[in-house]
């Protein structure tokens, strides 16, 4: 039983929701994921437009730590979806299966609170929750890889065997896009006043405003000028130009979060029982150790020969399978860096096993996308994929049913089974 109507799919980014039709080539909607409040009225505002001409409200946000945390207010969000992902005109929620996507670490109570809101509030037929790093290297046609995926509120390492997550031995930390911004923030405030980054219009502005403006305007537009070779100056709304430093300068902070002090942050050295204090490298690093121990036999094992070449096996595999993604992947140089690094850590720490002539990026299969879009868009791209797995109405490949089994709960089936259903089927 294949559906007929085409999935709604929205990846709610901490940066930016992205959300369309399954069937399109690319989100129809990209929006910051930030909402305000009107006081007077109490009505909900959403969408870049909106919250510009609201600027002297607070602005509010949605996501922590890559997770939707508020949960009173994410309807808002996904009913802005609904009312102008057909060229602004609104659907019915009733009509579309709906897709979302989570991060490895989303919590139980987290899932079954989303299956509530998307069966109870919006009353969608059939729904899905896509782990991120899943649908990021489905679209590479693979099944087996190690997907970095570099955001704005979070960094992730996830190793994938055979479709599965490797949850003990994923990773994630906050040193992404914004942590990148503060830094970028740090040096244009050391060549002019905050308030001369704004343009003139907002002047007004709750702070709030200003720091959400800056983050989507000011530092993305300084950000994608420094991939630039050639540009060396910035002018702000005022006319005032600042030099552009080359964004190594910023982009290292990923790799040592503590090399640069920031005014007024304090960044904690790294540990070992705290993976998300450590850089992009040893973040890694940790993920590959983790699964080692988690594969290698121990030494009275009677079947460690064979375990031991299957562990080679897979190490290999998932070493030539390593899948850069996110808005912040984008930097010039940024993936490069991370391969070079990859190659070095394997030939220090796994001196033993041949392992860093595996080392290989790959790319999604057929797209006629900028690199810049895949990475951006690659979450959303990929749950798109699977969800358009629901309307293949090919008898024989069986997709429908795959799907139907495998990734989505139905309306009838919640309201029968509910949430030991949500808990066993997007565990
Ligand atoms: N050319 C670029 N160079 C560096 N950073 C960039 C570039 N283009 C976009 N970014 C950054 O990418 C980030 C957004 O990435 P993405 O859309 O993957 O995040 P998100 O999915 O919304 O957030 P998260 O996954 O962290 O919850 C922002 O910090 C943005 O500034
Ligand atoms: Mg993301």
């Known amino acids: 039983m ?6 709604v799919v929205i990846d709610n980014g901490s940066y930016t929701t992205k959300a369309g039709f399954a069937r399109e080539d690319l989100p129809s ?10 006081p007077e009225t109490q009505a909900v505002i959403v969408g870049d437009d909106a919250l510009e001409a609201n600027c002297q409200n607070e602005v509010m946000t949605l996501l922590d730590n890559g997770l939707i945390y508020n949960y009173d207010n994410i309807i808002h969000n996904w009913q802005y979806v609904y009312d102008n992902i057909d060229n602004h005109n609104p659907i019915d929620a009733k009509e579309y299966p709906l897709v979302l996507t989570e991060q490895s670490w989303n919590t139980p109570q987290n899932k079954v609170t989303t299956c509530q809101i998307v069966f109870e509030s919006l009353e969608v037929p059939i729904f899905s929750l896509v782990k991120t790093p899943i649908a990021q290297l489905y679209r590479a046609g693979k099944s087996t890889g190690l997907v970095i995926d570099i955001g704005s509120s979070v960094t992730s390492v996830t190793p994938i065997l055979d479709g599965i997550i490797q949850q003990k031995s994923s990773y994630h930390s906050k040193y992404a896009g914004d942590f990148l911004n503060l830094h970028v923030l740090n040096y244009l405030e050391s060549k002019t ?78 540990t070992l029982d705290k993976p998300g204090s450590h850089g992009l490298t040893n973040l890694v690093f940790l993920a590959l150790k983790n699964l080692e121990s988690s594969l290698l036999p121990s030494s009275n094992d009677t079947t460690s020969q064979n375990k031991f070449a299957r562990f080679i096996e897979i190490f290999k595999e998932l070493l030539s399978n390593v899948f850069i993604t996110g808005g912040t992947a ?31 990026q790959i790319r999604p299969n057929n797209t006629e996308n900028s690199e810049t879009w895949d990475r951006q868009f690659g979450a959303w791209l990929g749950a798109c994929n699977l969800a358009s797995m629901l309307n293949d109405h090919n008898e024989d490949s069986n997709s429908a049913k795959i799907a139907l089994d495998n990734w989505f709960i139905t309306k009838a089936d919640y309201e029968e089974l509910g949430e030991d259903l949500i808990v066993e089927k997007f565990k």
Not at 228 to 241: G, V
């Open 330 to 360: 984008s930097a010039n140089g940024l993936p490069d860096h991370i391969i070079n690094d990859l190659r070095a850590l394997t030939q220090k720490y796994f001196p033993n096993y041949p392992f860093s002539y595996a080392v290989q």
């Open 29 to 38: 909607l990209v929006f910051n994921s930030n909402y305000m409040v009107n």
């Open 193 to 270: 006043p905050f308030n001369n980054l704004i343009p003139a219009q907002f002047a007004h502005a709750s702070d709030s405003f200003k720091h959400y403006y800056a983050s989507h305007n000011i530092l993305q537009e300084y950000k994608n000028l420094s991939i630039s070779y050639q540009i060396k100056s910035y002018q702000l709304y005022n006319h005032e130009n600042i030099n552009v430093q080359d964004q190594r300068n910023y982009l290292e902070n990923l790799f040592d979060p503590t090399l640069n002090k920031l005014p007024n942050v304090t960044v904690p050295e790294p």
């Open 2 to 7: 294949a559906y007929t109507s085409p999935a």
